[in-house]
């Protein structure tokens, strides 16, 4: 048997883009991962605002994610209609610049889970605040890919520290049915696309504790609010009264 090698105890073969080389790759990536992460924890926090040592945002820099905070509901976001259907309002903190974008980044890409907490926070007061109505809030799902390189989902944490301050309960009936492209490599057009059918609600939490709820979408950014209208038309179809989305920011 040419071109192969054991793992495992098993003989893996060599042919390009093997499943096995994908595995291999995963697992080297994995292990780097959660070592970085384990030194991560080990270490002092930096604030992801600034860089100073002590906490993962410190008090100088968590006020950028409230940025929005004192302003009225509803606020026009330049264009008629900005809100994509079917949403029914469209709440933000703070713009995806910054403070916020750092903190954002090192969630989402460096694994830092700790960034979860103000980020919620930040939510839950924002819609104490702003919001029209709600239920139960429901966070956009990642892929399970994601999840599972990364240990958490950022969005459903972001959403039971938003929980401790709004007071809504958190659900979690969607699922992912497939990996999309990260939505700022796309224009608008294809973002839509990409996401389309990209949703589903779970078997076991389907039509009938949805039906009549009035949901709240939780994620961490929204750029053309598709990945949004997307889990809206699938929690509609499921029942649901009425689906209102709010994020930690707004990229423009
Ligand atoms: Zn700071």
Redesign the pocket.
């Known amino acids: 048997m040419a071109g192969g090698w054991p793992v495992g105890g098993r003989w893996v073969s060599a042919a390009p883009h093997d499943r096995s080389m994908d595995l291999l790759d995963g697992l080297g990536r994995g292990v780097g991962e959660l070592a970085a992460r384990a030194l991560d924890l080990a270490l002092p926090a930096l604030?992801?605002?600034?860089?100073?040592e002590?906490?993962a945002?410190?008090?100088?820099?968590?006020p950028a994610l409230d940025a929005r905070l004192r302003q009225p509901a509803g606020v026009p976001v330049g264009l008629p209609g900005d809100i994509p259907s079917p949403l029914a309002q469209l709440e933000w903190c703070s713009s995806f610049t910054g403070?916020t974008r750092r903190a954002l980044h090192r969630l989402k890409y460096a694994g830092d889970r700790r960034l979860a907490a103000p980020a919620g926070r930040a939510v839950g007061r924002r819609w104490r605040r702003a919001g029209v109505g709600g239920d139960v809030l429901v966070p956009v799902p990642a892929s399970p890919d994601r999840v599972r390189d990364r240990g958490y989902d950022q969005a459903e944490l972001i959403a039971r520290a938003a929980s401790g301050i709004c007071g809504l309960p958190v659900w979690t009936p969607l699922v992912r049915t497939r990996t999309t492209i990260a939505q700022f490599d796309l224009d608008r057009r294809e973002r839509a696309g990409n996401v389309a059918g990209a949703f589903a609600v779970r078997a076991a939490s389907g039509g009938a504790r949805l039906a009549g709820a009035w949901i709240v979408l939780v994620d961490d950014v929204m750029t053309t609010g598709a990945t949004l209208a997307a889990c809206g038309r699938v929690l509609l179809e499921e029942g649901a009264l009425a689906v209102s989305a709010i994020t930690v920011a707004r990229e423009r």
């Open positions: 604030c992801a605002g600034c860089g100073r002590g906490e945002l410190c008090r100088e820099c968590r403070v």
